[in-house]
């Protein structure tokens, strides 16, 4: 059973930076989508930002211009860098990546940003 262990959350102030970790326990192969998603309390799970096939990247419009998505296919990481944070960031985050079989996540890491 493949398992996705993410990293690098925690508690920081507002304009502060936080750089979140997900690798694979094991190879994945015919990766279709690498990716960040988010959950506050009450709320529903939404993309953060995304890499798809051939390169591309999905953002949501909270966090354009303030985090960064990269990954390795290859090495079934991806990351997310997260800079000038906002207390309505605050979520647990989820890493997802997506073969053309089935979507894996990851258990969440908490990301705390106070005002």
């Known amino acids: 059973q493949v398992r996705l262990v993410e990293s690098g959350g925690g508690l920081v102030q507002a304009g502060g930076s936080l750089r979140l970790s997900c690798a694979a326990s094991?190879?994945?192969?015919?990766?279709?989508?690498m990716g960040w998603y988010r959950q506050a309390p009450g709320e529903q799970r939404e993309l953060v930002a995304r890499?798809?096939?051939?390169?591309?990247?999905n953002y949501a419009d909270s966090v354009k211009g303030r985090f960064t998505i990269s990954g390795d296919n290859a090495k079934n990481t991806v990351y997310l860098q997260m800079n000038n944070l906002k207390p309505e960031d605050t979520a647990v985050y989820y890493c997802?990546?997506?073969?053309?079989?089935?979507?894996?996540w990851g258990q969440g890491t908490q990301v705390t940003v106070s005002s």
């Open positions: 997802n990546q997506e073969t053309w079989l089935r979507s894996y």
């Open positions: 094991a190879s994945l192969f015919n990766i279709k989508t």
């Open positions: 890499l798809t096939g051939g390169g591309g990247t």
